[in-house]
Nanobody
């Protein structure tokens, strides 16, 4: 059974940075894809970024391009989301998720395993 645990959330001022981590335990194959999603109060969960474990191909939502960077450490089975130039509208619970079929997609239904989420709050 795959388990995902996020960490690194917190409160930051606008313009600041945070780095989220997602530690994966259980069987993880190089063909898998790791994604980050976020959900703000009263809104749908939305795609943020994704990376393929093998090769490192990445995909980003337009709203975070140029500000967020997704990366991975295969040896540690950990994915990261470096978030720079944070804005109040980035405030949300951030979730990592894994797609075991390796499709590098933006739809939450494509992801099989989810973490419990970590809160990110950006103040003015």
């Amino acid at each position: 059974q795959v388990q995902l645990v996020e960490s690194g959330g917190g409160l930051v001022q606008a313009g600041g940075s945070l780095r989220l981590s997602c530690a994966v335990s259980g069987r993880t194959l190089s063909s898998y894809v790791m994604g980050w999603f976020r959900q703000a109060p009263g809104k749908e969960r939305e795609f943020v970024a994704a990376v393929r474990w093998s090769g490192g191909t990445t995909l980003y939502a337009d709203s975070v391009k140029g500000r967020f960077t997704i990366s991975k450490d295969n040896a540690k089975n950990t994915a990261y989301l470096q978030m720079n130039s944070l804005k109040p509208e980035d405030t949300a619970v951030y979730y990592c998720a894994e797609d075991v079929r390796g499709r590098l997609g933006v739809h939450r239904g494509m992801y099989d395993y989810w973490g419990q989420g970590t809160q990110v709050t950006v103040s003015l």
